[in-house]
């Protein structure tokens, strides 16, 4: 099942515009991660954002995390072409013995030139 | 580009059939996760291996199996093929099975069931 939602489904931007993608989740976590897919291809870690933390920096990547509305954004500024992709929340839940992570559907992002 | 790859990066199979999907963990990582992601959706986890022992398991029914071997390769095996597993197979090793750690992920296989 999935954990995360992304929201919105699709985001179409101009180069050198932000984008923001958001991410909410049903149970409590230990972190959560954003994660890009290009083309239906392998997925690259971004960030990983711990559930201690608010907000987490990485480049031109800022994340957020509010852990009492269960929801997380990624922030992309500065946009260029070469971001297009999917990116997609994950996230590790307290309990388990295993370190899995569970995906939303991710968000497809287009950046025109 | 990460050390994981996995083989074969596409295949066609039929109904009933099986599948062998193999991934090669990045030098170092003990661990590995399989995935899989329908079209259009984000992976749902299958099972991770963690020192060649099953360590934990999704919600997949039993004739999804794996391996895991001595140098840390896996293997993900699928018996009596159907449509809806026609998928994007990732696999990820990680240096641990505990978090928070990062999940390296590799290309993947595009599995076609016909």
């Known amino acids: 099942s999935q954990q995360g939602e992304e929201d919105p489904q699709a985001l179409s931007i101009q180069e050198g515009e932000n984008a923001t993608m958001n991410c909410s989740y049903k149970t409590s976590i230990n972190n959560l991660q954003w994660y890009r897919q290009n083309s239906g291809r392998g997925l690259v870690h971004l960030i990983l954002?711990?559930?201690?933390?608010r907000e987490k920096h990485s480049g031109r990547l800022r994340v957020t995390l509010d852990t009492s509305k269960k929801s997380s954004s990624l922030l992309i500024t500065a946009s260029r072409a070469a971001d297009t992709a999917s990116y997609f929340c994950?996230?590790?839940?307290?309990?388990?013995?295993?370190?899995?992570?569970?995906f939303g559907k991710g968000t497809l992002l287009t950046v025109n030139p | 580009e990460t050390g994981v790859t996995q083989s074969p990066t596409h295949l066609i199979k039929t109904r009933g059939q099986q599948v062998t999907l193999r991934c090669s963990s990045q030098?170092?990582?003990?661990?590995v996760s399989w995935y899989q992601q329908a079209l259009g959706q984000g992976p749902q986890f299958i099972f991770q291996?963690?020192?060649?022992?099953?360590?934990g398991r999704g919600n997949f029914p039993p004739r999804f199996s794996g391996l895991q071997f001595p140098n840390y390769s896996s293997e993900l095996n699928v018996n009596a093929l159907e449509l809806d597993d026609s998928a994007l197979y990732l696999c990820?090793?990680?240096?641990?099975?505990?978090?928070?750690?990062?999940?390296?992920f590799g290309p993947g296989t595009r599995l076609t069931v016909l």
């Open positions: 994950a996230t590790e839940s307290s309990g388990g013995s295993n370190y899995k992570l569970t």
């Open positions: 954002i711990r559930s201690n933390e």
């Open positions: 990820a090793s990680s240096f641990t099975n505990r978090g928070p750690d990062t999940q390296y």
């Open positions: 030098s170092g990582h003990n661990t």
């Open positions: 291996y963690y020192r060649e022992e099953e360590n």
